[in-house]
């Protein structure tokens, strides 16, 4: 017994019959390789059919016979705030733009991981763009028996074979701790990422290395994990050391956005007279007033075009290996002196 509700969907044979063509017309017309080698007038009237119709190509259907499918799967990570969300958001429309689709999975380490790989391969997509707060260190010994390209965002692992766009976050601290010391600042608090699985965790050590090359080592460093909360909760914690820091440094504009709103309104504070605040990413809400915050911008447009730049790549040449690394830019705003 049919379902009178079940939605029926107008077909490439429904499409034939409304335009008086054959099928295999209909399919030519809606097949790239056959551009300009059908007449005009078919393509217009089996357009003209397709659009009184409904009707579009099923793309899932095509990838069944060998086609891609211009599908891009996007792996991105749990909680990953305003920053990542705007940068998927980015990444998601660039990806449309450009003819394909995206799909995306969210890689929840309570769910596993091996499961979300395992979600993935499910699907005939094209590639896989694997985002950084998705990639702790074990993600990427799921993705090795894949045969599909492989592209890192915002992440580069040594002797993998993946393809890499992500900035240069080393240099950018480098150049954050020569600021800092060349300004002044004698007492200085780094709020870091997670201690385990995170990919920022080269780079902050880096900056913790960098400080005390300068012979001004970090008073005090704490762990968040790039939550608004955690800032809070480590603005407090740094100001019951003896030595009380005149700038805290964040790995995440998240965590400073945390510090500043803490050490004005619940230690009546003045930014930056009494004390400076320093973030990283260079978050869209960094630039407001209320906050007005010095950061480490990564240049998130540019690599999003060389992403998508990398994917049409692949897809020509899916043996080779793309490492596109970019330059980051220390913005100074209001939150330091």
């Not at 008086?20 to 217009?44: A, H, Y």
């Not at 994990?225 to 800032?231: A, N």
């Not at 003896?242 to 504009?253: F, L, Q, R, Y």
């Not at 930014?271 to 630039?287: E, H, L, M, R």
């Amino acid at each position: 017994m049919s379902n009178n509700n079940e939605i029926k969907y107008p077909t490439l044979k429904d499409v034939a019959e409304l335009a008086g063509v054959s099928p295999i017309t209909v399919s030519r017309v809606f097949n790239e390789k056959w551009t300009g080698r059908v007449k005009e007038d078919t393509v217009q009237k089996v357009s003209e059919a397709a659009r009184k119709l409904g009707y579009s190509p099923n793309q899932l259907a095509r990838s069944l016979n060998g086609e891609r499918t211009n599908i891009i799967a996007v792996v991105t990570g749990k909680k990953t705030g305003i920053f990542y969300d705007e940068l998927l958001h980015k990444l998601t429309t660039m990806i449309q733009k450009d003819g394909k689709q995206a799909l995306v999975f969210v890689a929840d380490p309570t769910y596993g991981i091996e499961k979300i790989v395992e979600q993935v391969n499910q699907f005939r997509v094209d590639a896989i763009i694997v985002t950084s707060p998705a990639l702790k260190s074990e993600i990427m010994n799921f993705f090795t028996n894949t045969k599909r390209p492989i592209i890192l965002f915002n992440r580069y692992i040594e002797q993998s074979t993946a393809s890499a766009v992500w900035s240069d976050g080393i240099l950018g601290m480098n150049r954050l701790a020569r600021y800092l010391v060349d300004n002044n600042y004698k007492n200085i608090a780094f709020l870091t990422g997670p201690p385990e699985g995170s990919t920022e965790l080269e780079r902050d050590m880096a900056f913790i290395t960098g400080l005390t090359n300068l012979g001004c080592p970090p008073m005090k460093v704490l762990s968040g994990d790039y939550t608004y909360e955690s800032g809070c909760e480590a603005a407090l914690a740094f100001f019951k050391e003896e030595t009380k820091p005149d700038v805290i440094v964040c790995s995440g504009d998240n965590m400073a956005f945390g510090v500043l709103d803490t050490v004005k309104n619940k230690l009546g504070l003045r930014v930056p007279q009494d004390i400076s605040v320093v973030g990283y990413d260079d978050n869209p809400v960094a630039k407001l007033a209320s906050y007005d915050l010095t950061t480490v911008k990564q240049p998130f447009d540019k690599m999003v075009d060389a992403t998508i730049d990398v994917v049409n790549a692949l897809l020509d040449e899916p043996a080779q290996q793309k490492l596109l690394s970019f330059d980051t830019q220390l913005i100074i705003r209001g939150s330091t002196r």
